[in-house]
T-cell receptor
């Protein structure tokens, strides 16, 4: 999703459908990327990571794709469940620190 | 068996007060961090410490002073609290010595409200 004004971009999907959350990163020298999930009232929770020498990595129901040419990262969630509702952040590891994207809220409709 | 813990979970205080937030990790990690998350959910690093030594200080006002008594603890002291300090503060840790190329594990957050 893309930022609109001051509101968090939101992706609304039907339960059981696949979700794709996109992220653009800033530093072409970044070599490590992480997706985090943040549920309401909790801290960010690690989902999956990928290093710059790969373009795809799969976990359980999640896949991360990395396109270094256009500095783009995506998170695919298969068979989205109500428990997947949260804010998702991408983060790039640059100069010994994590730089977080602005986040996307995923809403799962029953 | 909490990995990264923070106290308190909620902190409501008056402008001008001084307060501290504590963080502990039982993961045996060498590097710890403080992040600030604003009302728009934007997460930004404030500090990182490796084995009690400061390695990142992201132009945070000097009213904020991190203190690391040992590598398992990183506390954040805030002097003369201002309204704009209201946010959620997250502690995190990572296993290595530099933070480069490593997953960071986050605590549950401390919700600070300055009145």
């Amino acid at each position: 999703g893309e930022s609109v004004g001051l509101h968090l971009p939101t992706l609304s999907v039907q339960e059981g459908d696949n979700s794709i959350i996109n992220c653009a990163y800033s530093n072409s020298a970044s070599d490590y990327f992480i997706w985090y999930k943040q549920e309401s009232g909790k801290g960010p929770q690690f989902i999956i990571d990928i290093r710059s020498n790969m373009d795809k990595r799969q976990g359980q129901r999640v896949t991360v794709l990395l396109n270094k040419t256009v500095k783009h990262l995506s998170l695919q969630i298969a068979a989205t469940q109500p428990g997947d509702s949260a804010v998702y952040f991408c983060a790039e590891n640059s100069s010994y620190k994590l730089i977080f994207g602005s986040g996307t809220r995923l809403l799962v409709r029953p | 068996d909490t990995a990264v813990s923070q106290t308190p979970k909620y902190l409501v205080t008056q402008m001008g007060n001084d307060k501290s937030i504590k963080c502990e990790q039982n993961l045996g990690h060498d590097t710890m961090y403080w992040y600030k998350q604003d009302s728009k959910k934007f997460l930004k690093i404030m500090f990182s410490y490796n084995n009690k030594e400061l390695i990142i200080n992201e132009t945070v006002p000097n009213r904020f002073s991190p203190k690391s008594p040992d590598k398992a603890h990183l506390n954040l002291h805030i002097n003369s609290l201002e309204l704009g300090d209201s946010a959620v503060y997250f502690c995190a840790s990572s296993p290595g010595t530099s933070g480069r190329g490593e997953t960071q594990y986050f605590g549950p957050g401390t919700r600070l409200l300055v009145l």
